[in-house]
């Protein structure tokens, strides 16, 4: 358990559907992050809300939607996916000072597009 | 840009010791990072370089050298439960919220 709660752990979708993954961090950190992870590829950053403003979207198309409405919690919707969009979806949050400040990772979405 | 090279697969013997090294070219620098992920778990910070030099954590070690963009993570002493991916990180610097550039990770199997 890292302090970083995923939900849900496993979502099957379809292309015309609306959904939300949620994540909450328990650390009192002040910045959180999405990250994609497909197979065979490198952990790609998504989103990252830092003190609860957006500061990098990374050219992420606009099917996916970040709210981060406070410091504990973050949401991605989702909509109108397409089948390369299945990979797992990582939160994570860190803390934006210190000397490591490394990131916490929640257990992932594994997300599916049918 | 950022670009993050590390071998895709390792293969190791129980109690042997196996180094996992890895390049970076990115710009600008202010931290390398080593995590494990296990499959289907999230990834677990195992260490931190921001200087040149060693760091050691009990069985893992942590290498840096900034000058030739080189890190390594050694592990001793190898336990069946470190199989798992192990994936270099780059912090470049100046980035506010911690952004973090991964490789593309490394498959580590420990084998009896």
């Known amino acids: 358990e890292t302090g970083v709660t995923q939900t849900p752990r496993h979502l099957v979708m379809g292309m015309t559907n609306k959904k939300s993954l949620k994540c909450e961090q328990h650390l009192g950190h002040n910045a959180m992050y999405w990250y994609k992870q497909s197979a065979k590829k490198p952990l790609e950053l998504m989103f990252v809300?830092?003190?609860?403003?957006?500061?990098e979207n990374n050219s992420v198309p606009s099917r996916f939607s970040p709210e981060c409405p406070n410091s504990s919690h973050l949401f991605l919707h989702l909509h109108t996916l397409q089948p390369e969009d299945s990979a797992l979806y990582l939160c994570?949050?860190?803390?934006?000072?210190?000397?490591?400040?490394?990131?916490?990772f929640g257990q992932g979405t594994r997300l599916t597009v049918v | 840009g950022q670009n993050i090279d590390q071998p895709t697969e390792m293969t190791a013997t129980e109690g042997a010791i196996v180094q996992i090294n890895c390049t970076y070219q990115?710009?600008?620098?202010?931290?390398l990072f080593w995590y494990q992920q296990h499959a289907g778990e999230a990834p677990t910070f195992l260490s931190y370089?921001?200087?040149?030099g060693l760091e050691e954590k009990g069985r893992f070690s942590s290498f840096l050298s900034r000058s030739k963009g080189y890190s390594y993570l050694l592990l001793k002493e190898l336990q069946m439960k470190d199989s798992a991916s192990y994936l270099c990180a780059v912090r470049p610097s100046g980035n506010a919220g911690n952004m973090l550039t991964f490789g593309g990770g490394t498959r580590l199997m420990v084998k009896p």
């Open positions: 990115t710009s600008g620098f202010n931290g």
């Open positions: 809300y830092s003190l609860e403003e957006r500061v």
């Open positions: 994570a949050s860190s803390q934006t000072t210190g000397p490591a400040a490394e990131a916490f």
């Open positions: 370089n921001v200087l040149d």
